[in-house]
């Protein structure tokens, strides 16, 4: 079944420095990647859509500087968390959609101290 | 624009018992709609879809759900409750062709087993 592999699966960083995280569709080519991000106890939002080789799609109030995310192939998109600060501590999920539809990744838990 | 309610944040069941997960959907086009399952720190996991085929939908783990267009309902429901269904269930609702065809996710419902 289709797979989607996202690394890493926890990060602790210093306040200031960025994170980056991979989302990679493993046996599917994905022609939309989407990524989430979820606070303890509550559902998934949508920070922004990415398609291949175009610009990301930011949803409301998301911050496309802080934010950064690239879609190079087919089967790889990344979000960089820039100069991270404690409030960006969260748990980010990438999903990708192919023709089997939305495969999730296991997520990624951000720490900033 | 599409939206999701699921109603009831938090669901109690005794092993065993019949689980009933409440979602109501708000779409202008026929939607998508799906269910996924979260255990803690975990991505999400795919139990059904409807893609407006039959409208009752059978999943993975014994669960299934129906989809009713007069209630804009698609309630997730499982006979027998098991220890390991305690997770967070999600309802999502997408549109083809718009907007990057995007899901729209509920609140969550939690769910406990008791033994």
């Known amino acids: 079944g289709a797979v989607v592999s996202q690394h890493p699966s926890w990060v602790i960083c210093k306040s200031g420095t960025s994170v980056k995280i991979e989302c990679r569709s493993l046996d599917f080519q994905a022609t939309t990647m989407f990524w989430y991000r979820q606070f303890p106890k509550q559902s998934l939002m949508l920070m922004a859509t990415s398609n291949e080789g175009s610009k990301a799609t930011y949803e409301q109030g998301v911050e496309k500087d802080k934010f950064l995310i690239n879609h190079a192939s087919l089967t790889l998109s990344t979000l960089t968390v820039t100069s991270a600060h404690p409030e960006d501590s969260s748990f980010y999920i990438c999903?990708?959609?192919?023709?089997?539809?939305?495969?999730f990744g296991s997520g990624t838990r951000l720490t900033v101290v | 624009a599409q939206s999701v309610t699921q109603l009831g944040s938090h669901v109690s069941v005794s092993e065993g018992a019949l689980v009933l997960l409440r979602c109501n959907y708000s779409s202008s086009v026929p939607p998508y709609l799906f269910w996924y399952v979260q255990y803690p720190n975990q991505g999400l996991q795919l139990l059904l879809k409807y893609t407006s085929a039959a409208t009752l939908v059978k999943g993975i783990n014994g669960f299934e759900a129906e989809f009713k267009k007069s209630e804009t309902s698609f309630h997730l429901t499982k006979p027998s409750a098991h220890m390991s269904d305690a997770a967070e269930y999600f309802c999502?609702?997408?549109?083809?062709?718009?907007?990057?065809?995007?899901?729209?996710f509920g609140g969550g419902t939690r769910v406990l087993v008791k033994p």
């Open positions: 999502a609702v997408t549109v083809t062709g718009a907007a990057g065809n995007k899901l729209t």
């Open positions: 999903s990708a959609r192919g023709v089997a539809g939305y495969t």
